[in-house]
């Protein structure tokens, strides 16, 4: 008697490890690529016609805040999970400034146990570094669920900030799994904070207080101790131009993320038209820091592609500079804001795919994600490059409902997102109930 399959796609343009693009089908059975070539005589249960799409790894989002618990106004693991799988992306990192803190067995294990029943995607989340954890991190690191540790430089809430270095090196001394960090120099930060506090300032001076130095002197520091304690870290959200030419440097230990916005947006025009819609940290800077991070992306300085989705309601993004709070959605647009750049010949399909599915798994060692192989899970985000697409408010499912890049005109969206070898998007729709799973890994 001959196996029947889960799933069957077919017609589609594939794209495999060697990075080439065959039109061959594939086969899935229990969660899993189990077969790849002509199967046109194989019998399945469910069929996907892709009339040449382009079929990629499942893409990954290694940087997402879904504010749950403690700031669920905000976000929640069901609507960010929905965003990504609406926008293609099939598996999440999540950071831990919730609240409390992800900073405990305890408090990861909330997260986990929320996520099994509302997840639409794979899921994973990161254990914050804090003052108090440091001797407990080398455990912690290697709990089920937990991606690795995050650090905040700077920019922290609650218990998380690490400004010293003698607190730094501690931690990144404890544990041997890649270090994920937000690199702005705290002590700048409060330096400066009066530029805009003591002065009748807009938002445009976002980027004036967090100079690029505040970026520079802290992602200096941080690969000084790194280099030190001989700990593999990934700076993420880069925004300098400088940092690109510093990171070249020490490309054995380091890896580093660019979000989409810092490629998309620079100032003073952003701010100009989006107000504080367009606020993150580190901020998005002149046209200059702009072309760097995109030469870092030529020269695969760049490693990673990450939203840093950090939605906030639109009532608390039209507070008064300096107090409206930073950040911005971003899980759903990733993939569709990087394909219409791969439509407009600013990187390659290989080059999406290095940023979004393969590095990810390669960089954090995923299990049996970011390539189309036998044997790895079958997560999928199937791609029309040629669907011309408007980005609308409307379109977001966060809970928060704006996008910075509403009304933008973009060519190239997913249509099928494949989780686990289920169907849970098709054509903007969600077709599944939430079916996500813990993201597994290899550790060194």
Not at 252 to 260: I, L
Not at 316 to 323: A, C, S
Not at 373 to 397: C, P, R
Request: proline share 5%.
């Amino acid at each position: 008697m001959k196996k029947q399959l889960d799933l069957i796609i077919t017609g589609g343009n594939v794209f495999l490890p060697n990075s080439s693009i065959e039109k061959i089908d594939i086969g899935v059975k229990d969660s899993k690529i189990v077969e790849l070539g002509d199967l046109s005589k194989k019998d399945c249960k469910k069929k996907i016609i892709t009339n040449n799409l382009i079929v990629l790894p499942g893409a990954i989002d290694t940087q997402v805040h879904f504010r749950e618990p403690g700031l669920t106004h905000k976000e929640d693991i069901m609507n960010g999970t929905r965003g990504a799988v609406l926008g293609g992306i099939t598996s999440i990192f999540e950071m831990p400034n919730t609240n409390p803190s992800t900073t405990t067995k305890k408090a990861l294990n909330e997260k986990l146990s929320i996520a099994q029943k509302n997840a639409y995607c794979n899921y994973s989340f990161f254990v914050g570094a804090a003052k108090e954890n440091i001797e407990n991190l080398k455990n912690l690191e290697r709990l089920t669920g937990c991606c690795g540790v995050k650090i905040f430089m700077g920019s922290s809430t609650g218990d998380l900030l690490v400004e010293d270095d003698d607190s730094l090196r501690k931690i990144l001394a404890s544990g041997s799994r890649r270090v994920a960090v937000h690199s702005e120099d705290e002590y700048r930060l409060r330096e400066r904070k009066h530029l805009v506090e003591d002065y009748k300032v807009n938002v445009s001076s976002h980027p004036l207080w967090r100079d690029s130095q505040t970026a520079i002197r802290s992602t200096e520091r941080l690969l000084k101790i790194a280099k030190e304690t001989k700990r593999k870290i990934h700076v993420l959200h880069i925004s300098t131009k400088d940092e690109i030419l510093i990171l070249k440097k020490f490309k054995n230990f380091s890896t580093c993320e660019v979000t989409p916005q810092h490629l998309f947006f620079y100032a003073p025009d952003c701010y100009e038209n989006l107000g504080s819609l367009a606020q993150m940290n580190p901020p998005i800077r002149d046209k200059s820091h702009n072309i760097g991070l995109w030469k870092g992306i030529e020269e695969k300085i760049v490693d990673v592609i990450g939203s840093d989705h950090a939605p906030h309601t639109l009532e608390e993004k039209k507070k008064e500079y300096p107090n409206c709070p930073s950040g911005m959605t971003g899980v759903q647009t990733i993939l569709p804001i990087m394909l219409n750049f791969v439509n407009k010949g600013k990187l390659g399909i290989n080059d999406l795919v290095r940023l979004l599915c393969s590095n990810p798994a390669k960089i954090y060692n995923m299990k049996f994600k970011g390539e189309i192989k036998i044997g790895n899970d079958a997560d999928f985000s199937i791609v029309d490059l040629n669907k011309e697409f408007t980005i609308t408010n409307e379109w977001i499912a966060s809970k928060s409902g704006w996008t910075p890049y509403d009304g933008v005109k973009i060519k190239g969206l997913p249509v099928f997102t494949v989780v686990n070898g289920t169907i849970v998007m098709q054509n903007s729709e969600i077709t599944s109930p939430p079916i996500g799973k813990p993201v597994l890994f290899n550790y060194d």
